[in-house]
């Protein structure tokens, strides 16, 4: 009951300062963010929502997102949903003298400014991509952690009652992923969801067995989350042709008819075979590039997702995950993408020792590193490496360190892959697999990510600060007791820099949020 009263408080505490409940449009969350949509941009009180203990701090893209962490994020939601909801029951009708006309287009301008920066198509594509397939990420890391377990009991020969139980568990959401997909698929892009759901269910339909495409018996589950994603979208365009001439009295007959026949005659008699020849690429390029380059190419990608993360790039990479999740059991990109938030948390910890006078900074690295070490890494960039400017740069390098270590073993025969995606640092742990037993993944793991740590450190206590940003940051920023009193009593580290990243290096604009991509 406290851990729900305490949810609650978090979210009646958050409501006020985006604007209250007739400001917020809509609500949804992933991971680590509370994502809202917003009517009035201008509403939003920054610095008083990033000094809530709560939050871990703010990103604005297309949506306001509040970081509140994994776990947190989800039971804090449905309380926030429901004050929304009560506060518009019991919102009063509107003053006829506000001038409702001129504080929406002052919101509109704002949110149109905002939106501009980063709707970009491909960035748009790939956002519609990421939330396909993140409502499907609890559902992989729960499984996952399953068949890790059952693993485990198998080779110590335990529980053999219990293991194929255990199996089935594990097993058994992987073997639908392709349903789940076309429905969210239908559902982003404006279809019915069940529909595209019902398309896709034919890729895994055992009777397909006994139909022959392009001179070949097609399999089950042939082609995999890509068909399923290609045929829920096909599914879409034919359900919105069918709305615009089927006459309204027999729509509810003829579109769903339509849309299933003539989507799945084309998935049966085309997709199928097209999308598994691409799963197919997708699985035997990465095991070609790992085998044949596996440290070089871990060093560039642990290298350079941070990056991609910052440019919303890394979305193009879940659907890649979850193929190889498909085909392989366990995708061998995840754990060196990973070796990114190592080399983050050292830099962390070499900046935390750097400005040994900056108590704020020193505060702000002590509440997030522990977050850090568990994969959330946004406290730490936007609050630090980022508004810094080259810690950001030398955390990629120890990232890229890390990464080559994995990659190197990769290389050497030793795959280590994760069976699901969404967590990274210490929280992947449960999840990592490969081809020589859990002992000598685990161990590879580690060693990643120790050697992420090392390099990350090393890189930025010895080229993480110039002369000038030493001399301006490595002082005390403890706010006097006038301070205090004028700001509300502050935390101090949340003071001087802020987790949105009011505190600046490298061409973000003093005062504004600090931007990042969707999905992180």
């Known amino acids: 009951m406290a851990t729900e009263d305490k949810n609650r408080a978090t979210a009646a505490a958050i409501l006020p300062l985006v604007g209250g409940a007739a400001n917020v449009a809509s609500i949804a969350h992933c991971m680590t963010r509370l994502r809202l949509g917003l009517d009035d941009r201008s509403l939003v009180d920054d610095e008083a929502l990033k000094a809530l203990p709560a939050v871990l701090g703010v990103v604005e893209d297309d949506t306001y997102q509040i970081v509140l962490g994994p776990g947190t994020v989800a039971r804090v939601t449905p309380e926030f949903e429901q004050l929304v909801e009560e506060g518009r029951e019991a919102a009063p009708a509107p003053v006829a003298a506000v001038s409702a006309e001129e504080l929406a287009a002052q919101g509109a301008a704002i949110k149109a400014q905002q939106k501009a920066k980063n709707a970009t198509p491909f960035k748009l594509f790939l956002r519609r991509i990421a939330n396909i397939f993140v409502p499907l990420i609890p559902a992989l890391i729960g499984c996952g952690i399953i068949a890790g377990l059952n693993g485990l009991l198998v080779n110590l020969g335990w529980l053999p009652a219990v293991t194929p139980a255990l199996a089935a568990m594990a097993s058994g959401f992987m073997a639908l992923i392709a349903v789940f997909v076309g429905y969210n698929t239908a559902k982003e892009f404006g279809g019915t969801p069940i529909l595209g759901g019902a398309v896709a ?83 035997t390029f990465a095991d070609w590039l790992l085998a044949n380059g596996g440290a070089g190419a871990g060093f560039v990608l642990g290298g350079l997702f941070l ?9 193009a990479l879940i659907p890649i995950h979850t193929t190889l999740i498909e085909q392989q059991g366990y995708t061998v990109l995840l754990p060196i993408l990973a070796m990114a938030g190592a080399g983050q948390v050292g830099a962390a910890m070499a900046v935390y020792f750097r400005l040994p006078r900056n108590e704020s900074i020193r505060r702000t690295i002590r509440s997030a ?142 005062g504004s949020p600090a931007k990042a991509p969707a999905g992180v």
């Open 369 to 510: 590193l522990p977050a850090g070490l568990l994969g959330v890494g946004e406290p730490l960039i936007y609050g630090v490496s980022l508004p810094l400017g080259r810690p950001f740069i030398t955390a990629c390098v120890g990232g890229a360190f890390g990464g080559g270590f994995v990659g190197l073993f990769n290389q050497l025969g030793d795959k280590v892959g994760s069976t699901a995606i969404g967590p990274s640092g210490w929280a992947l742990f449960p999840l990592v697999d490969g081809n020589h037993g859990l002992g000598t993944t685990i161990a590879i793991y580690a060693g990643g990510l120790l050697v992420g740590y090392v390099a990350g450190f090393a890189a930025t206590y010895f080229f993480g600060f110039s002369k000038d940003l030493l001399s301006e940051f490595n002082v005390s920023q403890e706010p006097t007791p006038s301070t205090v009193a004028a700001t509300g009593n502050m935390h101090p580290a949340q003071e001087a820099v802020p987790a949105g990243g009011t505190e600046h290096r490298g061409g973000t604009d003093p």
């Open 201 to 283: 269910a034919i890729i895994v339909f055992p009777g397909v067995a006994n139909i022959d495409a392009f001179g070949q018996t097609l399999s089950p589950g042939q082609g995999g989350v890509l068909g399923a994603l290609g045929a829920a979208v096909l599914a879409v365009y034919v359900e919105k042709w069918c709305r615009r001439w089927v006459p309204e009295a027999l729509d509810v007959l003829v579109t769903p008819t339509l849309t299933v026949l003539l989507s799945g005659l084309v998935t049966i008699f085309g997709l199928m075979y097209v999308a598994g020849e691409v799963s197919s690429a997708i699985g």
């Open 307 to 315: 990056p991609l993360v910052m440019l919303g790039l890394h979305q």
